[in-house]
């Protein structure tokens, strides 16, 4: 059958799809936190009027308000950080805290007692945090500070390996943004937050996959280096977060201060301090292992406690071997006649099939045979020792600047380029990886009066993703145009009836990009831009927020793709085939001939697909 995909017809679709994803609803801010509690005196009466001052301890500014006829208060939408809390009333003495850590979608609770005239009380909290429990919500979570960031040791500097901190957190894999669940929920159902800005890969909520189906090996799509601290939210969260039922991630960015900060690190492994696998024992060659992440940050003032800046850097080099081990068709003296279970290996005209060109290209000329086949199984086992080669660099910039006293803006800016080329099965194949995930965000926060609070923000969400196959040259036929699947159990180690649970070799450069990635790969430049407005009044103890969240999500269209699929193949002569299909002439810039490999063991193998190119991209369908 042919199937054709028509980006041109698409567009309506695309476009309505984008009309869909615009929503409005009324939900609070979850990257942020808040202060509040109450205020009396020795005797438990509450003392209106009060002046509380929260005064962030890293840029010094400064938030202002009065408790109520009740004696309470509340301070909402403080940047995640440490304060120092200032309690003032007359005829009391002042009050002060200091080292009150206000925790990122968390709200610090502060009940003061103050004294008559003449004493002065100061609270100094060490360690920077309240008690594990949380009366103030029924949310299940878990809030991963500064320090925890900084100081747990994580395999690869990947953020998402702390989600596991949050209750109800299942590791299905190897930690990466795609493998952590939340009670059972799926990772599609997760959502990542940057700042307020949606950080997943469009397709998915995993930023770490490629067209969001293909797990990478990328490990800088947020940084380690950029993430000052964050919530998970796993269950029974409130109103204001949406958009997925499965864990909800709120990463806060990190921001200068009036002191300087800096780091430089490197991390590193390498094959001279490894053992051999036992894939490698097999051959006896242990495979090489050559991994360096390292980079540097620095942030801090340009003008003090107006204008402040954090710059940050991290590459990743991985250069690591890898074992593949499938099975290739035998040599050619076992599979033509007079080989047990042999076939003529003749054209009609007696000459040598043309076919027979093809047999090397299911083997590497730098693969081993570690098995043969015996009797009529004319299939051996083979392993081939390849380099996997990943290159990734990640860049963050952020910029806070204070207008005035009642007005802030800053932008906040990454972006991470990673390239990943890996052998693909003991065929000499290679897929390559691309994928450039970029993450945006503008805000302005504005206090419209004592109690009335407004904050605007813009965010882009970027992920830019490539897939593609390279395969080499064998007698003159380029197999990165084609891809050649066997199909059917084989039996090997002169076990009868057992399969070949490695698969079988596929020579070709086509592929795609699914789970199994055995096809040719959709080319995606997916994102989506946020139009974030949220307007916070407070009254006493009591706050009344609302958000509203619009924004299209696009995609470039896919290119044509056609495909020509045989669902059985006996027999088919030795020769070139050429489809040609009237329709197709005037869309497709070339179709490429394939080469028809024919049945080898006597229909225990068999061809299963020819692949066409468009003037797009490659697909196998």
């Known amino acids: 059958m042919v199937r054709l995909i028509l980006p041109r017809l698409l567009r309506p679709v695309s476009l309505l799809m984008a009309l869909a994803a615009l929503s409005l609803t009324v939900v609070a801010q979850a990257d942020q936190g808040r202060v509040s509690g109450s205020v009396h005196d020795q005797t438990g009466a509450v003392i209106p009027g009060a002046t509380i001052t929260v005064k962030n301890e890293r840029t010094g500014d400064e938030r202002t308000t009065t408790t109520t006829t009740d004696g309470l208060y509340q301070i909402n939408a403080l940047r995640p950080s440490t304060y120092t809390i200032k309690i003032s009333a007359a005829n009391f003495a002042p009050y002060e805290v200091k080292g009150a850590q206000v925790l990122v979608g968390q709200q610090f609770t502060l009940d003061a007692e103050l004294r008559p005239v003449g004493a002065v009380e100061t609270v100094q909290i060490i360690g920077g945090e309240q008690a594990a429990l949380d009366t103030s919500s029924a949310t299940m979570g878990a809030n991963v500070n500064a320090r925890e960031v900084q100081s747990l040791p994580l395999n690869g500097r990947q953020v998402s390996q702390l989600y596991l901190q949050a209750p109800g957190a299942l590791n299905s894999g190897s930690g990466t943004f795609g493998d952590i669940r939340f009670n059972g929920r799926a990772v599609e159902q997760n959502i990542i937050r940057y700042d307020g800005v949606e950080g997943t890969a469009i397709i998915d909520a995993s930023p770490g996959n490629l067209n969001g189906e293909v797990p990478s090996p990328f490990r800088l799509q947020s ?23 499965g864990g909800q991630v709120s990463l806060v960015t990190k921001s200068g201060s009036n002191a300087f900060h800096g780091g430089v690190f490197e991390y590193l492994r390498n094959d001279a301090l490894d053992a051999a696998n036992f894939f490698d024992n097999i051959i006896g060659q242990k495979s090489p292992l050559r991994l360096n992440q390292f980079g540097a940050s620095i942030g801090g003032p340009i003008i003090k406690d107006r204008t402040f800046f954090y710059f940050s850097y991290e590459g990743y080099r991985l250069r690591a071997g890898i074992n593949s081990v499938e099975a290739v068709p035998g040599a050619q003296s076992r599979i033509c006649l007079p080989a047990v279970g042999g076939v003529p290996c003749v054209e009609a005209n007696g000459n040598p099939s043309r076919t027979l060109a093809l047999l090397p290209a299911f083997k590497d000329p730098a693969a081993v045979i570690i098995a043969t086949g015996t009797g009529s199984n004319l299939f051996d086992v083979a392993q081939l020792q390849g380099k996997a080669e990943v290159d990734e660099n990640a860049f963050a910039l952020r910029v806070d600047h204070k207008l005035t006293a009642k007005h802030s803006l800053y932008v906040r800016y990454f972006r991470d380029s990673g390239t990943n080329e890996q052998p693909e099965g003991v065929s000499g194949r290679r897929v390559n990886f691309v994928a450039v995930p970029q993450n945006a965000v503008v805000g302005f926060q504005s206090f419209l009066s004592n109690n009335l609070l407004n904050e ?40 009868p009836g057992q399969g070949t649970s490695a698969g079988t070799s596929n020579p070709g450069g086509l592929i795609r990009a699914n789970s199994a990635t055995n096809g040719r790969g959709q080319p995606y430049t997916a994102y989506s831009i946020s139009f974030i407005d949220n307007l916070t009044w407070t009254k006493g103890r009591h706050a009344a927020s609302s958000e509203s969240r619009s924004g299209p999500i696009a995609s470039t269209p896919i290119d044509l793709v056609a495909a020509l699929t045989f669902s059985t193949i006996c027999r088919i002569s030795s020769r070139i085939v050429q489809p040609r299909f009237s329709t197709l002439e005037t869309l497709a810039n070339q179709v490429f001939s394939t080469m028809v490999l024919r049945e080898i063991g006597r229909g225990r193998a068999s061809i299963t697909s020819v692949t066409l190119r468009t003037n797009g991209e490659f697909a196998r369908m």
Do not use: C, H, M
């Open 223 to 245: 940084s380690l280096e950029n993430v000052q601290e964050f919530r998970v939210e796993s269950s029974g969260y409130t109103a204001e977060f949406g958009t997925g039922t």
């Open 456 to 495: 605007a923000k813009v965010g882009y969400n970027g992920a830019f993703t490539r897939t593609n196959g390279i395969a080499p040259t064998v007698n003159g036929i380029d197999l990165s145009k084609i891809s050649v699947n066997i199909s059917g159990n084989t039996a090997n180690f002169a076990i």
